[in-house]
């Protein structure tokens, strides 16, 4: 699973060190091209002879070389690689990734790196649960990196507890799995709804909500990025269209459950992430509508309600959906799930703080019959490989 992955490993200055040097040696053997950047510090605890024999590659550390004034490109470091490895990262490069500081090529590596980033964080067990430690995790893990989270056992310090890196193989093993995701869906085909649906009153104004439909566009791309075939029904949004998808312009309820219905038969799942209004104007005015003195009273009718609709022919199709509540959050999305009959419904709550409209992050529980799992606040595209994962089970 990692033959001919492009990995850059980071090393910074802890103790860990020496793993990193069985860890390069281990991704070099599953066939992956590895390139090792570390910190000043990193490289007084492991020699860059070790590492740039291990990795068959030159280490870089310094920006440019001082002895012929060469640059050390991060930006197109950054760009050659499938993923960017920081282990062992100490409190103090996890503080600085989550503050955006950019004083080593590490960092600068990181903040130009277009591929996923992982961290295997290595620290003593008091530096480990601070408070301030676990809150740079926090940002972390909204801004998409993955944690791989240290052991407990035995410290540096000849302390007890969880702060130990993980261990060579727990890290390539979480690598194979990331990269195996990568293809688990190919060959499959799947619709997806997103953004707010607008329903026009004249033809100057409508009605609609602050759906952003980046929770929608980013299942979509993570779709794609599993090998999986994807049409994308958008309402309104201001997104661009993610690389890969066929993207049908639904602007209005109609418009979205009538390219459902007739996509539905040639899929093998829908996620239904769209904010679809549930009225909408019972006529649309040829002309402008103008004002007047008093109260204006426009009659609205239920739209079709898409979800429920294709839950009604299902046919073995995996039908995911989305519940955005204010209050009693849990009783309302298990009753959406069984009168859509749903597979799994995504509950998401206005009452918590990061899950709000247009933002990047989201606080997610899935819900299916048999019970629930609710997730830590992490960015929306970790959100979509949540979903996607759990659609990937359904599958097997
Ligand atoms: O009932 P409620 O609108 O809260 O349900 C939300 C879920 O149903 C979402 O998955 C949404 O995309 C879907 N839905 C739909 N068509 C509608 C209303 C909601 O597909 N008309």
């Given amino acids: 699973m990692l033959r001919g992955k492009k990995i850059i490993v980071g090393v910074t200055g802890s103790i860990a060190a020496y793993k990193a040097a069985v860890l390069v040696r281990s991704l070099v053997?599953?066939?992956?091209?590895?390139?090792?950047?570390?910190?000043?510090?990193g490289r007084q605890?492991?020699?860059?002879?070790?590492?740039?024999?291990?990795?068959?590659?030159?280490i870089l550390v310094d920006f440019f070389n001082p002895e012929n004034g060469e640059w050390n490109s991060h930006v197109a470091l950054g760009e050659w690689a499938d993923a960017f490895l920081i282990a062992p990262a100490t409190a103090n490069t996890l503080a600085k990734m989550a503050t955006g500081v950019a004083d080593n090529l590490l960092l600068t590596t990181y903040l130009s790196a277009r591929c996923p980033v992982f961290v295997a964080p290595a620290m003593d067990l008091d530096m480990f649960a601070h408070v301030t430690t676990q809150q740079n995790l926090a940002r972390l893990r909204t801004n998409g990196v993955r944690i791989i989270e240290p052991e407990e056992g035995e410290l540096a310090s000849g302390l007890s507890g969880k702060g130990r890196m993980a261990e060579p193989?727990?890290?390539?093993?979480?690598?194979?799995?990331?990269?195996?995701?990568?293809?688990?869906?190919?060959?499959?085909k799947f619709l997806v709804t997103a953004g707010a649906t607008i329903e026009a009153i004249d033809p100057v104004?409508?009605?609609?909500?602050?759906?952003?439909?980046?929770?929608?566009?980013?299942?979509?791309a993570e779709l794609v990025a599993r090998g999986a075939e994807v049409v994308l029904l958008s309402g309104r949004t201001?997104?661009?269209v993610p690389g890969g998808v066929r993207l049908v312009e639904t602007l209005s309820a109609d418009a979205m459950c009538r390219a459902a219905l007739a996509e539905w038969p040639a899929v093998d799942g829908?996620?239904?992430?769209?904010?679809?209004a549930d009225y909408t104007p019972v006529e649309c005015s040829p002309i402008k509508l103008k004002k007047d003195e008093g109260e204006l009273c426009i009659p609205l009718k239920r739209t079709v309600d898409i979800a429920a609709?294709?839950?009604?022919?299902?046919?073995?199709?995996?039908?995911?959906?989305?519940?955005?509540?204010?209050d009693h959050e849990q009783e309302h999305a298990e009753q959406k799930l069984l009168r859509k009959n749903l597979d799994f419904i995504v509950l998401n709550s206005l009452r918590d703080a990061g899950?709000?409209?247009?933002?990047?992050?989201?606080?997610?529980?899935?819900?299916?019959?048999?019970?629930?799992t609710e997730f830590p606040l992490e960015s929306k595209q970790r959100v979509a490989e949540r979903i996607v994962d759990r659609i990937v089970e359904l599958l097997q």
């Fill in 29 to 41: 053997k599953e066939g992956a091209e590895v390139r090792v950047v570390m910190t000043p510090l």
């Fill in 45 to 58: 605890f492991i020699t860059p002879l070790t590492m740039a024999t291990l990795s068959k590659h030159p």
């Fill in 169 to 188: 193989e727990t890290i390539v093993e979480y690598l194979r799995v990331f990269f195996a995701k990568k293809k688990s869906l190919s060959g499959r």
């Fill in 205 to 220: 104004r409508f009605i609609s909500n602050h759906s952003s439909g980046k929770m929608g566009y980013a299942v979509a």
């Fill in 238 to 240: 201001s997104l661009p």
């Fill in 270 to 276: 829908a996620v239904m992430c769209a904010a679809v």
């Fill in 309 to 326: 609709e294709l839950g009604r022919s299902k046919e073995g199709r995996i039908l995911v959906g989305f519940a955005l509540e204010t």
């Fill in 355 to 372: 899950a709000c409209f247009g933002g990047d992050t989201n606080k997610i529980t899935l819900i299916d019959r048999k019970g629930q």
